[in-house]
């Protein structure tokens, strides 16, 4: 079996655990019995993202790789935020629609843990709730997730006292509608962070069907993505008649 299909197995049974993960936000989680963990107050999360490459370009063939990912010398959380806060909690469970994209690591290679954070430091991504990562509103991480980055292995989270024993196939970003943002203004937030992800990692980016994503690809999701939110736009008010 190739590596290619084995990556497509597991990210379909990771899908699995992604959505039940999605369904899982916004529950308050049990205390612990027995004991108190205090934790700090979460700082702002950073308003540098770094740029991503052209959203309109094909991605790469997923057979294709080259070298292996860097190590970092050092590990630095991003924002300095504790593990399973609730910082990128959805304020409402209630959402309609579910976009996902994928990055995957290149045939024959893996995605390293302390990689991942590392490049999600440099795209603006916080670690909070569920222990996994965030894209938040600038000035208003209370408004909830934009979007959401998670491992694709069980069960999903980044787990800060192991990251640097992780290795992963790939790891999956979701988009949960409705979002703090116009469905389209979080998939322009989306696509160029997953794009640099990929480039930080020397991975691929694949689309929900675990296909790479090409421009066909993007422009129809952006439809979409337009469509939807036409349809929920504010019902204009109704003038009261003049008699």
């Known amino acids: 079996m190739s590596d290619m299909t084995l990556l497509r197995i597991g990210i379909l049974a990771?899908?699995?655990?992604?959505?039940a993960a999605i369904f899982y936000f916004g529950r308050p989680k049990k205390p612990s019995q027995g004991r108190r963990l205090e934790r700090e107050p979460a700082p702002a999360p950073t308003s540098r993202i770094e740029p991503g490459p052209g959203a309109g370009?094909?991605?790469?063939?997923?057979?294709?790789?080259?070298?292996?990912?860097v190590s970092q010398p050092e590990l630095v959380l991003p924002g300095g935020?504790?593990?399973?806060?609730?910082?990128?909690?959805?304020?409402?469970?209630?959402?309609d629609k579910i976009?996902?994209?994928?990055?995957?690591?290149?045939?024959?290679?893996?995605?390293?843990?302390?990689?991942?954070?590392v490049a999600a430091e440099k795209t603006g991504l916080v670690l909070g709730h569920m222990n996994v990562?965030?894209?938040?509103?600038?000035?208003?991480?209370?408004?909830?997730?934009?979007?959401?980055?998670?491992?694709?292995?069980?069960?999903?989270?980044?787990?800060?006292?192991?990251?640097?024993?992780?290795?992963?196939?790939?790891?999956?970003?979701?988009?949960?509608l409705?979002?703090?943002v116009s469905a389209l203004d979080a998939w322009e937030m989306l696509l160029p962070n997953v794009n640099r992800m990929a480039e930080l990692l020397n991975?691929?980016?694949?689309?929900?069907?675990?296909?790479?994503?090409g421009r066909q690809r993007i422009q129809h999701l952006r439809e979409e993505l337009r469509a939807y939110d036409r349809q929920h736009e504010a019902p204009p008010l109704t003038k009261t008649p003049k008699w």
């Open 14 to 19: 990771a899908g699995l655990v992604l959505l």
């Open 57 to 69: 370009e094909d991605a790469e063939d997923p057979g294709d790789y080259s070298g292996e990912a």
């Open 81 to 95: 935020v504790a593990s399973d806060s609730d910082l990128g909690k959805r304020p409402s469970q209630d959402f």
């Open 99 to 117: 976009v996902s994209l994928y990055v995957a690591a290149r045939a024959g290679q893996t995605l390293r843990g302390e990689d991942i954070v």
């Open 133 to 176: 990562f965030h894209r938040l509103v600038e000035n208003h991480p209370e408004r909830g997730p934009v979007f959401s980055m998670a491992n694709i292995m069980q069960p999903g989270s980044f787990d800060m006292t192991t990251i640097r024993e992780l290795e992963t196939p790939a790891i999956a970003f979701f988009l949960t």
């Open 178 to 180: 409705p979002a703090p």
């Open 203 to 213: 991975g691929v980016v694949l689309d929900d069907s675990r296909n790479a994503l």
